[in-house]
């Protein structure tokens, strides 16, 4: 499974995928920052699971339709930092999808996800990530699932990698920095975290429009159950 996850920089590269789609041969693709009533129903032969409708930075997920079968998708708001009562810029910072192989008949949840700025603390960011997860575990206790985005999260990712594992969750950072528009805040802004999924690698694709960096996950099915539902 290929999966590349994007922040578009408040849609200014969003011209760009239907070549990522179509040179990386993706199974999904995961949004941020997307303006979605301007996003088209299909990208090469990936189509629209959902988007975000309330969110002036929306989220967006496509999926292979010849590959998976889709199955509900739900938008969910997360604990406001002071950068979203202010801008307002994402009442909804994940979406999820899911889906089912239709070779393997695996069952997944697939998720775009959007942490809040650096102005908020990394605590506030943790908070959201599990949020994020029990969430998603509301779509299926025991499914396996890929949650990929800006996590804006690029220092001390050491500790969040802990933290993550002792959730029962997978952190997984690019072979490359994925953000660099600034001197200071250089670092691995777009990751992964991923349950029963075996993760080969994330790759740092080339820079286009956006001050972030596309990431390529590529990953095989695991083994085992989920995390239990709290």
């Given at each position: 499974?290929?999966?590349?996850?994007?922040?578009l920089r408040k849609h200014k590269a969003s011209g760009e995928l239907e070549a990522l789609a179509r040179d990386y041969e993706i199974d999904g693709l995961c949004l941020q920052e997307c303006d979605t009533e301007d996003l088209p129903k299909s990208i090469g032969g990936l189509h629209l699971a959902d988007?975000?409708?309330?969110?002036?930075?929306?989220?967006?997920?496509?999926?292979?339709?010849?590959?998976?079968?889709?199955g509900e998708s739900k938008t969910f708001a997360?604990?406001?930092?002071?950068?979203?009562?202010?801008?307002?810029?994402?009442?909804?910072?994940?979406?999820?999808?899911?889906v089912v192989d239709n070779e393997t008949e695996h069952d997944l949840v697939l998720a775009s996800f959007h942490a809040a700025p650096l102005t908020a603390s990394n605590s506030l960011r943790r908070n959201q990530i599990h949020a994020a997860h029990a969430e998603l575990l509301g779509m299926g206790a025991g499914l396996m699932t890929l949650m990929v985005g800006d996590f804006n999260y690029p220092f001390f990712t050491k500790y969040l990698t802990a933290q993550m594992k002792d959730a029962g969750y997978e952190l997984s950072l690019s072979d490359r920095r994925t953000y660099t528009r600034y001197k200071v805040f250089k670092g691995h802004f777009d990751f992964?975290?991923?349950?029963?999924?075996?993760?080969?690698?994330?790759?740092t694709l080339p820079r286009g429009?956006?001050?972030?960096?596309?990431?390529?996950?590529s990953a095989e099915y695991g083994q085992g159950p989920g995390p239990a539902a709290s």
């Open positions: 499974m290929r999966v590349i996850s994007y922040n988007s975000t409708r309330g969110n002036r930075l929306g989220l967006a997920i496509y999926y292979r339709k010849d590959r998976f079968t889709a997360l604990k406001k930092s002071l950068h979203d009562r202010v801008l307002a810029p994402a009442h909804e910072r994940l979406i999820g999808t899911r992964a975290t991923s349950h029963g999924l075996m993760i080969e690698s994330v790759e429009a956006s001050d972030h960096l596309p990431i390529l996950i």
